[in-house]
Each structure stands twice: as C-alpha cells, then as structure tokens.
C-alpha cells in the first residue's frame, strides 16, 4: 500500500479499542493492523485495548481521551452507544466508530455497503445450492449483521426463486462452540451453503463445514486460501477503509461524517477467488452484477 500523507502536527496519537482479541484472524485483528500499519506509515503514535466488553467501554474510551489521545476509535457498531456517551464529555477529541451510526462534530463513522457484497454472496450460495437451502450465522443484531441478512437473502433468491434462507443469531463473536453448533444445526435442516460472519466464533462454523462436506463462504479475506470449502469471500479490507479515512485525519481533514466503502473502493471492499466447482457462466454472472453495482444500474437495498 503506497504511503499517504505525512502526519501533521496537530494529529500525534490514535487509539483502537476492540471487542475482541487482537489475534482473532478476523474483525479485530484487521483493527488492530489497520491503526498499527496506518500510524508507522503515516508518523504517528497508536495504542489499543482488546476484549473490551460493554461495562468497560466507557471507561476505556474516555481513558484514552483524558490522555489527549488526538483520535479514539471504537471498534465495531457495539460501541456506538458509549461513544456517543464520551464524546460529548471529550469535545476536543475526535472519535470514530468502526460499522456505528449516527455522527456529530467530533464523531465520524466508517463502515462498508454491507448488503452490496452480501448480495453477491447470496446469489452465489442461490445458484450453487442442490438443496435449495443456504444459511447465514451471526452474532449480534445492529446495522452490520442485519444489513449483511437482508443483502444475503435478496441476493440469493434473485438467482433462485425457490431457495429458504436459515439466519441464526449466535449472541456471540468468539464462541468457538456456539459457532459450530450453529452450523450444525443449519446443516442438519438442510442447508448445504453457510456463511459465518462472527470473529473467532466462525473457525467453529467452518470445522462443521468441513465435516459435514458443505460449502461455505468467507469474509473478512480471501478465506478459500484457509478452507477449500468456501464458494467465495466477501472481502471487508478493514485495513483498507481505516486507512482512506486515517490519511484524512492524519492531516486534520477527519470529519464528524459517514465514511462508506463500496464495490468501487476496491481497496476496501472486493471479492476474493472463486471455488473450482463454480461455473464459467456463474463466474460472469457475478462480473456483470459488479459492473451494475458500480455504475449504479444495480441498488441493494438497505444502502
């Protein structure tokens, strides 16, 4: 990734604080590198907090914020409350929530068009179903996830009518357990293509995927490098996005706005390599849904 611009006196020190374990190979891990790789390219100081759970949000954002930290970053929409709550006790800060909503002056938020790329995996899983059933497992419901089963669902039965789609609501992101469980219980009603969306929760999915011989779909990263089941990867290059908006405030530029990428951030949002067993045809299906999604021809919706 080429360097951006250099860090401008006014922005020396950012923080990252996650829900998660910095080694999760997913959602927190892609945090953590983000700021870590953003700040020694671009010259400024970084700091982070992993498994923060809700009682500890507050304290450990307005912690970073009392230490004149120039940007706080709450890693994931679960901390959207909190940071609300922070932020206007700290206005002098700037705060970021990673897939949040709602912005104000020191308040900006970045997340992807989750229900564009979940689209695409939907009408992957609809076209390569012999069951004509296909599941999704997510953890917690906010914008992220329920945008994600929407743009799944729609997708899938734009390329089959007659598929059922099973969502499954774990209530939890690292439960290695919960996480296979989940699988299981999808496969055993039929479904032969799963998608995990969770952190470390969905290495337990995918070991069910495995041993009941399904598809199924990554995120996150090119995940079929990991696991030959999966069909296709929705990308979120979380690093990616951190950095389009971590060179803005690397030179004061940071607003209290939305930051969303799209299918034309390539950067930020793509798909990765697809299974062998995916036909040609297919393959040019889903190229041409790109093209519509990026000339605008082709809208999921919620946006």
Known sequence: MLAGPAASDAFERAAIVMPGSISD?????????????????????????????????????????????????????????????VAIRFPETMFMVNNGLGTKENLANADF???????????????????????????????????TVVGYEAGAKAANPDVSVLVTWTGDWDDIAKGKEAALNQISQGADVVWPTMDSATLGSMQAVQEKGVYGIGIYRDAINEWPEILQSAILDVRGNMRSYL?????????????????????????????????????????????????????VEPR
């Open 25 to 85: 190979n997913g959602w927190n891990q892609a945090g953590f590198e983000g700021l870590t790789q953003a700040g020694e390219a671009l010259g400024f100081e970084t700091a982070f907090s992993e498994s923060v759970h809700q009682p500890e949000q507050i304290e450990v954002l307005s912690d970073y914020a009392r230490r004149g930290y120039d940007l706080v970053i709450g890693h994931g929409g679960e901390f959207q409350d909190a940071v609300e709550r």
């Open 113 to 147: 068009y989750f229900s564009q790329i979940a689209y695409l995996m939907g009408y992957i899983g609809g076209s390569m179903t012999q069951s004509d059933m296909i599941g999704i497992i997510a953890a917690q419901k906010f914008k992220f996830t329920t945008d």
């Open 247 to 299: 060179e803005r405030a690397a030179v004061g530029e940071l607003d209290g706005v939305l930051y969303r990428a799209d299918m034309n951030n390539e950067l930020a949002m793509r798909i990765g390599s697809f299974h062998p067993d995916i036909p040609a045809e297919l393959v040019d299906e889903i190229a041409k849904l790109i093209d519509a999604m990026k000339s605008g021809a082709l809208v």
